[in-house]
């Protein structure tokens, strides 16, 4: 257990629906990732926060894709009228701005698009 | 072409072999590479850093060629429990992974 906790771990939705996905970072990292891996892939980038300020953003983050971190603590990423291709883990690390390589994921939250 | 590529297997080696993973990376603004071990629908977890000089842990040797973009990994001695997808990574501002290479190791 790295101390990054993600909410939920699955999720089963219908197409067209809303999902919203929550993690909470290491208490003292001030950055905050998220990434997206497929089956047969990678983790690919989609976007990170330092504090609350989002610094980038993956062209992989369509605009049905939203990220916040309004306290600079914990994050949501939500996903708008899902679609099959959303079907995924996505994947959230946590790190210090300083030494930003050592990144500690969480167990991620799979989710399912029927 | 992927950032980040390296072989997707399966490699398939009995228990006490030596296997070696290759992996190339193409931005040379890349600041720090690493191996990351995952497990079949687990989260990837950080195996080592990867340095020009070399490093090893136990049975897990890491060498990074800057010169030809090039990282490795061998692990000697394979057991049962090193069977998983290893996956080379790139960082920069973010951490950039190739496909992972998957190892199954048998008795």
């Known amino acids: 257990d790295t101390g990054v906790s993600q909410d939920p771990r699955h999720k089963i939705t219908k197409r067209g629906q809303n999902v919203t996905f929550r993690c909470d970072p290491i208490?003292?990292?001030?950055?905050l990732y998220w990434y997206r891996q497929t089956l047969g892939q990678g983790p690919e980038f989609l976007t990170y926060?330092?504090?609350?300020?989002?610094?980038?953003k993956s062209r992989l983050l369509s605009n049905r894709f939203s990220a916040e971190r309004p306290k600079g603590s914990f994050s949501t990423l939500e996903i708008q009228r899902t679609e099959q291709g959303d079907s995924a883990m996505y994947l959230c690390?946590?790190?210090?701005?300083?030494?930003?390589?050592?990144?500690?994921f969480g167990p991620g939250t799979r989710l399912t698009v029927l | 072409r992927k950032e980040v590529e390296q072989d997707p297997g399966p490699f398939n080696v009995p228990e006490g072999a030596t296997v070696a993973f290759n992996c190339t990376y193409s931005?040379?603004?890349?600041?720090?590479f690493f191996w990351y071990r995952q497990d079949c629908r687990k989260e990837p977890k950080l195996l080592m850093s990867?340095?020009?000089s070399g490093n090893e842990d136990g049975r897990f040797t890491a060498q990074l060629n800057r010169a030809s973009q090039y990282i490795s990994l061998l692990i000697r001695d394979s057991k049962l429990s090193d069977s998983a997808t290893y996956l080379c990574?790139?960082?920069?501002?973010?951490?950039?992974f190739g496909t992972g290479t998957r190892l199954q190791v048998f008795p």
């Open positions: 990867v340095y020009s």
């Open positions: 931005n040379s603004a890349s600041q720090s």
């Open positions: 208490s003292e990292h001030n950055r």
């Open positions: 990574v790139a960082y920069t501002d973010k951490l950039i």
């Open positions: 926060f330092q504090n609350e300020a989002q610094l980038e």
């Open positions: 690390a946590s790190s210090l701005a300083r030494g930003g390589d050592t990144q500690y």
